[in-house]
């Protein structure tokens, strides 16, 4: 299941996350080319080294945010900054450009602190902007969590239930993401099953610390109104529309009638 676009929109263009989606392309084509020139190892240069920080974090400091520019695949990239393109412009609306900035550096810092304090004694590089976005990710949930999501199905059983797409809430894609595709490998590495390059203790700490940051953060600032999820529910049957313009019309023909009763969700997934 891969989240398309949210139905959120914002009050301002967001040029910050813009930017940082931007820079993050233009780095990585940078390291592609220097890496086509027989150029390596800037991971361990400029990636967050667990045992190299243990033993001298003031001098391994900057590394925390030159390795969120960083990224290890084009998948590693993709993947991120389809992410920050979703969610990312609404938690930039809901704090401004500057609360947004620091907030973003904030939570790759936390995701960084918390991958080095699972396993300090790691010489792996850790590179990426998966802690930030994890806050980003975090944030969401507590502000928007009833905004409606459009995912792709990646499963094809399913197409026939659920179509190629469909809406569900930000509450149960980003609990998806944060439950199963985070948390439970993560105390699967603890307990010793298997290995993974993901970082996903960087994950959860991002993620952890946008939930408590966001609402101290967002204090004094208003939120956009949000299109809400509203579930299953189907639309309550009414009087016939024909019959309710006659009705109209005969206790004043002056009047020209416009049905206006809302659609409600018909509870079809997808659009």
Do not use: C
């Not at 398309?4 to 040029?15: A, Q």
């Not at 809430?169 to 980003?174: E, Q, R, T």
């Not at 099953?193 to 960087?202: E, H, Y």
């Not at 208003?222 to 299953?232: C, T």
Request: hydrophobic share 50%.
């Amino acid at each position: 299941m891969l989240p398309i676009r949210d139905i959120n929109p914002t009050r301002s263009t967001p040029y910050l996350t813009y930017a940082l989606i931007a820079l993050n392309i233009l780095v990585f084509l940078g390291e592609s080319m220097l890496s086509m020139l027989g150029v390596q190892g800037l991971g361990f240069t400029f990636g967050v080294v667990p045992a190299r920080f243990v033993a001298d974090p003031l001098l391994e400091a900057p590394t925390i945010l030159s390795s969120m520019f960083l990224h290890a695949s084009f998948g590693h990239l993709a993947g991120n900054m389809l992410f920050l393109y979703i969610f990312g412009d609404n938690i930039e609306d809901a704090l401004g450009r500057p609360r947004f900035a620091v907030f973003y550096a904030l939570s790759g810092a936390a995701g960084a602190l918390a991958q080095v304090l699972i396993d300090p004694a790691s010489q792996v590089p850790m590179v990426g902007a998966s802690g930030a976005i994890a806050g980003v990710l975090g944030a969401y949930l507590v502000l928007f969590p009833r905004a409606k999501v459009l995912i792709l199905n990646t499963i094809p059983p399913l197409w026939f239930i659920l179509g190629f797409t469909f809406f569900a809430p930000a509450w149960l894609v980003l609990g998806f993401w944060f439950l199963v595709q985070n948390l439970m490998p993560a105390l699967g590495e603890l307990a010793g099953f298997g290995g993974s390059q993901v970082a996903f203790f960087a994950h959860l700490g991002g993620f952890i610390l946008g939930l408590l940051l966001i609402r101290p953060l967002s204090w004094g600032r208003s939120l956009a109104k949000v299109e809400r999820w509203d579930g299953w529910r189907r639309p309550v049957p009414g009087p016939p529309i024909g019959a309710t313009r006659q009705a109209e019309a005969q206790r004043n023909p002056r009047v020209r009638v416009i049905d206006v009763t809302p659609n409600r969700f018909d509870g079809r997934w997808g659009e």
